[in-house]
């Protein structure tokens, strides 16, 4: 009897071939599209007519070329719960959060998982670019995928062993190009559709104005500092800047400045010039392990990312307290986020681990 394998259909063509491929390995798959903050239909719809979503209709379609079961589920109060207050709480305290890292462990992969197992699937698959893999010690892990360009394991790295253990992500053996031109020949109607590029629950980008809708209150303003306390200017809100921000300051200063720092028990945003913005040691906390189990009080020399889109850079990394580390780089990085996470990868590209920046 074939594993059963529940698909994260997102209605793109990512997760659609993901299906395609799992189906065609032999895999009794079914499609389970999450609806997480667009308007919802009610708990376990079936496919079957036009919803009025744009996502929930595509997945339906590919759902029905497959020939497989597609339902949808509703994960709007999980979301809210990890995903929503997280991002209003972190912006409020200075700090720049990275909402799909959290959505992806507490809600992707957490509530996905505990509500297919109830359907009777084995396993969840995605169509992350990604690579699942037992290393020698036995633990699972994540690989970065064929095109480092489109890789994910940076926003996947809290996932934890359990898990890991159920799942599976086909399309990190791909290219983009070769998942598009797979689904143009599985005769997928979304071979082409563009991706996503924003932040699910903001699509206008515009987050500050998204917090201060949530809190029903704007945000106070304050002043633009330098480092030693010299006052610059006034700001119009703290929630409306992160670190290593350059446009929109409104600030005359005849050349290029950032932020540096975000100063919430004061109210300040620290400004500072361009050589000002690198660090050689960072702290993290709140740490996740993946491909090794800890440092358990030695180091650990790897690769590490402090962003999304950083390509990454050769550190040290030491335990500076419980559940604490320090990395030192080799080279200094620019604009350290707290708030953000860094991930830890050795030199075949498998996730080690990683926690939040603080």
């Known amino acids: 009897m074939a594993e059963k394998v529940a698909v994260g259909l997102s209605g793109g063509v990512d997760s659609s071939v993901a299906a395609y491929l799992l189906k065609k390995a032999g895999y009794d798959v079914f499609g389970v599209t999450m609806q997480v903050w667009q308007d919802t239909l009610p708990e376990g719809t079936v496919s079957g007519g036009k919803t009025g979503i744009q996502a929930v209709d595509d997945a339906r379609e590919v759902a029905e070329i497959l020939g497989i079961p597609h339902i949808v589920l509703n994960f709007r109060k999980e979301f809210e719960e990890h995903v929503i207050r997280n991002f209003i709480e972190e912006y409020r305290h200075g700090r720049t959060p990275n909402p799909c890292i959290i959505c992806n462990r507490h809600v992707k992969w957490e509530a996905l998982l505990q509500r297919c197992r109830e359907l009777g699937a084995d396993h969840v698959a995605t169509g992350h670019y990604a690579r699942v893999l037992r290393t020698p010690e036995g633990r699972y892990a994540l690989r970065m995928s064929k095109t480092a360009s489109k890789d994910q394991t940076y926003a996947l790295y809290r996932l934890t062993q359990e898990q890991l253990s159920r799942t599976m992500m086909p ?31 903001i699509p206008d980008n515009d987050y500050a104005g998204f917090i201060e809708r949530s809190l029903g209150q704007k945000p106070a303003e304050g002043n633009f500092v330098t480092p030693d306390g010299i006052v610059l200017g006034r700001h119009k809100g703290i929630t409306r800047y992160t670190v290593g921000q350059r446009k929109g300051l409104g600030l005359a200063m005849g050349h290029p400045v950032f932020v540096k720092a975000l100063r919430t028990d004061t109210n300040e945003v620290v400004i500072a010039e361009a050589e000002d913005m690198f660090s050689s040691v960072l702290s993290a906390e709140n740490m996740n392990w993946m491909g090794v189990d800890g440092l358990h009080g030695g180091e650990l020399r790897c690769r590490a990312k402090i962003r999304y889109g950083h390509r990454g850079t050769a550190c040290t990394v030491r335990e500076a307290g419980e559940d604490r580390v320090e990395a030192v780089f080799d080279e200094p990085v620019r604009a350290v986020t707290p708030g953000q996470s860094v991930v830890f990868y050795d030199d075949e590209g498998v996730v080690l681990g990683g926690g939040f920046i603080r």
């Open 171 to 201: 399309d990190g053996e791909y290219s983009k190009d070769e998942i598009r031109e797979i689904a143009e020949r599985a005769g997928l109607p979304v071979a082409h559709k563009a991706d996503s590029q924003e932040i699910c629950f």
